[in-house]
């Protein structure tokens, strides 16, 4: 049998063109719906969402669309999660348990309120927060429980859900990977008291940067609604500031253009989802990788593929397949959130280290996060845009690359 000769190596890549990107316009739907909105508000003259129609519009289209009692605009997926922090109002040296795998924005708003971050580790396959990882985590002082739904797959919410009620602390959704992501009947970001989603470049939709954050309760959508505008609360003649918050507010022009986005998110979550099925029919019969689990509610923001020690080196994997004209990337970060500096290191507010005095994030802390991450996480960038001939190509370059690095069985 002819030898494969990888990109790499000097062989002809399997594609030639780019792929399309969330980076462009090739992989963003932006269409004349957006064009108006920005023109509708720039005419309008009125830029800020304080005294707008935009951002409160928006918030009632999103509720609806996730049927939630409450949306607040805000802006960014971060400030999103420092809003649902803020709810939780946690006092200095709580704790809150998340994932170490995760955009840092999942992290830094528990920081940022004084809390503690408690790393709970993942499921080896998803990646995803499991009920045993977090009930070992949960001590006295925990007050909340940050999910993420990484990549798209929804974590097990229901069960957190239940565990969060016995212990009576509070369950925050982090939707920023996963709009529209099934669970049961209703979706991600509908089971936790709270949850939060991103309008970044790069997610299911985009303003460029943008969050929001839904909850059923009214208390809770106040105090969120609060925290995005320094405590001032606008809906009483007072011009006073109930307690320490930031400016986290939406503008028009990013409410505006979200409105639009919403009208097309169906449609990208079913085209990703369309791409993604026949990807994985394409690889089902490789050795050694195992293409992402979808029990019909997977919403594929990335394609993430895991690698048995017999596929290869994940390192190498990565480079061959972005040689080949298929962008990939090993691990998605370089390490788990606990590794970054500001955590490990607690480089946090002047030399104090504070909150973080107490706590210590060793490596190894999360062995199974530091697995998928080090050895065994790759991640292609996926879209909506794509065609058959596209994901043709993708697995044409997964099987080439899988020909030459995969040891024999
Ligand atoms: C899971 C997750 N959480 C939080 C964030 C932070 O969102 P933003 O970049 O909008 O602040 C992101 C994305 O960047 C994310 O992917």
Request: some cysteine; proline content about 7%; aromatic content about 6%.
């Amino acid at each position: 049998m002819e030898k494969t000769v990888l990109a790499r190596d000097g062989g002809t890549p399997v594609r030639t063109s780019p792929l399309p990107s969330v980076m462009d316009a090739s992989g963003r739907r932006f269409g004349d719906d957006e064009v108006k909105a920005v023109e509708r508000v720039l005419r309008s003259g009125m830029l800020s969402a304080t005294w707008g129609t935009e951002a409160p519009a928006l918030e009632l289209e999103f509720a609806d669309l996730l049927g939630a009692g409450y949306a607040v605009a805000c802006s960014s997926g971060t400030a999103a999660l420092h809003l649902a922090v803020a709810a939780v109002d946690p006092e200095p040296g709580d704790e809150i348990i998340t994932t170490p795998i995760s955009d840092m924005g999942t992290v830094f708003p528990i920081m940022m309120q004084n809390a503690v971050p408690v790393f709970a580790d993942v499921d080896p396959i998803t990646g995803n927060l499991t009920p045993e990882t977090v009930a070992a985590a949960i001590t006295p002082r925990t007050k909340a429980v940050i999910v993420v739904h990484l990549f798209g797959k929804p974590a097990p919410v229901r069960e957190l859900r239940e565990l969060c009620d016995r212990h009576g602390i509070l369950l925050i959704e982090d939707c920023a990977q996963a709009y529209l992501a099934p669970v049961g009947d209703t979706f991600v970001g509908r089971i936790g008291h709270i949850g939060c989603f991103s309008l970044q470049q790069t997610k299911h939709i985009s303003a460029g940067d943008g969050g929001l954050a839904v909850t059923d309760d009214a208390a809770r959508a106040r105090r969120m609604r609060l925290f995005a505008d320094k405590g001032w609360p606008r809906d009483t003649d007072e011009r006073t500031y109930l307690f320490l918050a930031l400016n986290y507010r939406m503008t028009e022009l990013v409410a505006s253009v979200t409105r639009a986005q919403l009208t097309r998110l169906r449609g990208v979550v079913a085209d990703r989802r369309t791409a993604a099925g026949r990807a994985s029919a394409g690889i089902a019969d490789l050795a050694g990788i195992t293409a992402p689990p979808d029990g019909g509610d997977h919403v594929y923001w990335q394609y993430p593929l895991i690698l048995s020690p017999a596929a290869g080196d994940l390192h190498e994997w990565a480079a061959a397949l972005t040689a080949e004209g298929v962008p990939a990337n090993g691990g998605y970060l370089t390490g788990p959130l606990y590794a970054a500096p500001a955590v490990r290191e607690r480089i946090t507010y002047g030399q104090s280290r504070f909150p973080l005095q107490d706590a210590e994030y060793p490596p190894g802390l999360c062995p199974n996060a530091e697995d998928l991450i080090n050895s065994r996480l790759l991640v292609l960038p996926w879209n909506e845009n794509y065609t058959d001939a596209d994901v043709d190509d993708i697995v044409a370059a997964i099987r080439k690359v899988h020909s030459a690095l995969a040891r024999e069985a």
